[in-house]
């Protein structure tokens, strides 16, 4: 099983010879293995990791609950999870330089926001004329049908959502450290937590 629960510690430049590569530098504390589920017993087969303890006020809302990483049995089309059992121990060795994972995690939260920001609106004009409104949204309705069109973009909150990059290939592994350097950006803030994924290897590139 290729999954481990870690913390965004921010990103760094690594130099290898004359390549240097932009990495995120997570920590990967021992995730303890909390709940096994089995195909036989409970129809899916899952495994329920949890990391250490931190500070509630600290953890938003949403990640206050142990993460699952779920698998079914083979007819299914997904690989079943085995010979894991409860209260084994998880750490970063399981990765290893070259693979490919998945990081989810919840976004930075930049508050209530206008349409320049938050949708990349370009603004009116600044030219002669104009007073405090480059940065409005214009018209946001028409004629027909006479309301707000569902779904237009307009200002509201933004960010602190759950979000989930794909294919970042692990750089580094420092199991002393419980550390790994993933090639690339990852959601949230320094500090905050992440869910890593395994997904296997890379086939050719880089």
Known sequence: MKFLIGKKLGMTTLHDGPVS???TL???AENKVSLVRTVERDGYAAVQVEAPKT???TVKKEFRRPFT???KDESAGTVAIEGVK???VVNVSVFEAGDIVDIF???KAKGFQGVVKRHGFAGAPASHGRKHDMRKPGSIGATFPEHVVKGRRMAGRMGGEHFTIENLRVVLVDAE???IAVRGAVPGINGGIVGVRGMG????GK
Not at 201 to 204: I, S, W
């Open 26 to 28: 997570i920590s990967c």
């Open 105 to 107: 995690g919840v976004t």
């Open 201 to 204: 290897k890379k086939v050719g």
């Open 21 to 23: 590569e932009n990495v």
């Open 177 to 179: 450290k419980n550390l």
């Open 69 to 71: 990483a779920k698998g």
């Open 86 to 88: 409860e209260g084994d």
């Open 55 to 57: 500070a509630r006020k």
